[in-house]
């Protein structure tokens, strides 16, 4: 059979209707989608040690044919699997301590391959950290010194598909698929970038001759994906900032002046450079694309009032819209009080509204009396026009969906864009995922912020917790106490809102204690926040639906339970919720999770966010920050941005290079680039982009 990249997986020889199946499940439909099913891991088996050379006190990696196998019961209850490998040198026994359960695994006649440390029980005895059935038996053509010296593979697998059996597929046909595969990556780049060649890179990773030539073959698939994905959002910034021409704003320094003389405070150092920043934005020809990004406390919405009035004064409107209606009335309280010397009142649109109020203010919008308006999704209804609209700001912008993004973006014309984000982002995640937008950062916080007191406590640690948030309440401050679950289950032992909200009331009496959760009404969570946000509740006891939103500066004390079970750029801003006003705040981590501990010490000792983000980046992965931008179809499979650092920089610089010279990758030379784009990120070509 010819075999071609988008021949179905179904027609090699080996496969057949019901494999197939199983490679369904795993996404795997073509012979190009097996090529591409890279190995999860290794078992370096360079270094194999003759059963005879095993010696006791040492690690050893093994290979013998299963020639006995037994479970063992011992007079304490523990039930441990034995087998008896044999290699042309000897026989060894391997035993695994409470995993009776590889008893249906492991097969006598099995060719084995075991690590571990050899001890000393009743003779030598290999108890195995890991094994792997190199084949079944009677499969003598796998003898173990066909094994030995080389690097194997173990694929992700399935229920019906084991790793062994993809492996012996993919290494029987790699050779016929790799024959099928044209490198796409122009030579312009190629001769820049220090990759492998696409054949040789796949070759590494299905076929390594070390670990370290598969960690080669794996860059140069993280190239490529950084590359395609560079060029998505290359396309998407020229479209957004060049192809349409925005706005040149004028800096007339009226009410930009008026409002920096009345503010009660000196802006920060980074304040000023983001303004600065957005202000040559504004006043340039090509339209603005900004993102705004900084820590809890260090000033975003300020600078983006600035930008708002440099709008008005240019004779223009702009909009602020926020996620939530709590978030929204925040906003438009603080945006009220800065703008109250320069006798500018904010309009604030929001769906709590009566039908009246918001026609009302619908009117004053399409007539160009509002000015500055602050709102919630409500906004972007049809039934709300513009008279004339300047400047689009998005708070927590990774909140909304592309689509409602843009539904507000395309109420003006071409307004400018800045978007603000409280969630702090890795350099190579912002490069990553942003790259379509100039960044701003804000570092600094105000010369008066205090960092909130974070310490780690165990349940033995309770009754005085309990204590110290009480004398808090009794001081006229107030608490929250945030937990991972809403309800009870019998299969996670965790302590959930619903019940904790009940106890605590009882504990604490005769303080007030609110709950709020996800599976509430907007409604009703709203109507609780406002009444702990107005002081009419001592503690909230709630889920992570406050972890961006709500401002109470009252509140001195936020209790995790649990924290092991968040990240730690989640805890960052359950923390930011704290410490807001003139009292110091405070963080308590309560856990007994001892393994969890370092981790949780190791965030306690640091309050910079984006530090934090970088640690959560590592431990966690591009999932837990990406947000909604990953609804685009950005997931990334062979690149870690918490290495790949340079592989990001020099994706961008290339992407950047070719997307100057052909915005639309219509030359001859980038059709089959284009062709590879689009079947990567089906959606991303028209969603990446915000307008």
Known sequence: MLLALDTAVQF????????????????????????????????????VTPIAKAVVGREVTLVGRVVSKAVVPTRRGLRIFRAVIRDSSGIVECAWPGQAYLDRIIKQGQLLLVTGPVKHYHGRQVVPKEQVVLADAGDEEREDDMVRGMVLPVYPATEGLSHRQIRRLISDHL??????VEDTLPECVSSTIDVLPLRQALLALHRPASPGSAE?????????????????VARARYLATTAQKGTRFEIQKKLTTALKDALPFELTAGQRKAIREISADMTSSDRMHRLLMGDVGTGKTVVALFAMLLAMENDYQAVFMAPTELLAEQHASTVGSLLAPLGIVPELLVGRLSQGEKQAIRERIADGTARI???????IQERTDFWRLGLAVIDEQHRFGVEQRAALIEKGEVPDVLLLSATPIPRTLALTLYGDLDISTLRQKPVSHRPVKTGVRSSNDRAAIYGFLQEQCRLGRQAFVVY???EESERVDLKAATTMAAELEKRLAPLSVGLVHGKMKGEERDAVMRRFRDGNLHVLVATTVIEVGIDVPNATVMLIEHPERFGLAQLHQLRGRVGRGSAEGHCILLTDDYSATKRLKQFARTSDGFRIAELDLKERGIGELAGVRQSGGFNLRYADLATDDDLVNAARRAAL???QSDPDLSSQAHTKLRARIGRRYARGMELFRVG
Do not use: S
């Open 373 to 379: 308006i602050v709102g919630t999704h409500t906004l």
């Open 484 to 486: 991972p679950v809403i």
């Open 657 to 659: 290079g070719i997307i």
């Open 12 to 47: 090699l020889k080996g496969v057949g209707p019901r494999r197939a199946e199983a490679f369904q499940r795993m996404g795997i439909a073509t012979v190009e989608d097996l090529l591409y099913h890279i190995p999860h891991r290794y078992l370096d088996a360079t270094t």
């Open 175 to 180: 050779d016929q698929m790799l024959k099928c």
């Open 216 to 232: 080669a073959g794996r860059r140069r698939l993280a190239f490529d994906e950084l590359f395609d994905l560079q060029l998505v």
